[in-house]
């Protein structure tokens, strides 16, 4: 549903782009881009127990490099004027990982976050993973002589990229214990991005949110991110 929705307002933001620019009001220039990544990642008892020995590490060095432009500008008084630009980025959101001494599922408790079964046997998991993929987004603008401020919105077309091993793990306590790797299918999935921005001349700052589902057939092995927040410094040549 959210795929869906996101595909259609891109969509429509294009085409009615399209209809109001003039060609020579549309530019085309290289960008990079880094910054940090913060990802938001699956509840408690999902790759990791709260209430057991655990190491998350969420901050990602992100990394974008692309094409933007204008798509069209309209001045508004001598110094004042609004526009639409344009980003097509190939965005890497940087690395997460995950490691965890867990109990079963069936002897800890999500909710109070803690094993309720203290002679339980422990599992050791350990993952890690990035998503990358292209931004497609939009971002209307108002300019004040050379500084812009505006927002952003897009599709994120990702691979989402999820390894996870569990060692020392059994189906009962009674074993046999075995060691289990674990993947995220790396199919393409259409997620949003959304943001505000801030750009003086050929250098923006961003602050931008990262919508990354995931597909109903891959809930079984889910990455650990479902999400991430990205502040990015960019510069246009």
């Known amino acids: 549903m959210v795929n869906h929705i996101a595909q259609k307002i891109v969509a429509a933001l294009i085409v009615g782009a399209v209809s109001v620019a003039h060609a020579s009001d549309v530019t085309i220039r290289p960008e990079v881009g880094a910054g940090i990544a913060h990802y938001g990642v699956e509840p408690d008892g999902i790759w990791y127990q709260l209430g057991a020995t655990h190491d998350l590490q969420r901050n990602g060095r992100a990394w974008q490099i ?4 204008q798509v069209a500008h309209f001045r508004l008084s001598e110094n004042g004027s609004v526009g639409l630009d344009y980003h097509v980025d190939y965005v890497n959101l940087g690395h997460a990982s995950a490691s965890c001494m867990c109990a ?12 309720t079964n203290p002679s339980s046997y422990l599992v050791r998991y350990s993952g890690n993973g990035y998503a990358q993929g292209i931004k497609l987004a939009l971002a209307p603008y108002f300019a004040f002589r050379d500084v812009r401020i505006g ?20 189906s009962t306590a009674a074993g046999p214990f075995v060691t289990v790797a674990q993947y995220t299918p790396s199919d393409l999935v259409v997620g949003r991005v959304f943001g505000i921005f801030l750009q003086r001349r050929k250098l923006t700052v961003s602050y931008e949110n990262f919508r990354l589902p995931v597909r109903a057939g891959e809930r079984n092995v889910p990455p650990f991110y ?11 040549l």
């Open 151 to 170: 927002y952003e919105y897009g599709a994120y077309v990702f691979r989402p990229g999820w390894r996870d091993t569990a060692y020392n793990w059994a």
């Open 226 to 236: 479902t999400g991430a927040q990205v502040v990015m410094l960019t510069y246009q």
């Open 66 to 69: 692309g094409v933007g432009g």
């Open 104 to 115: 079963p599922d069936d002897d800890y408790s999500p909710i109070v976050h803690r094993i």
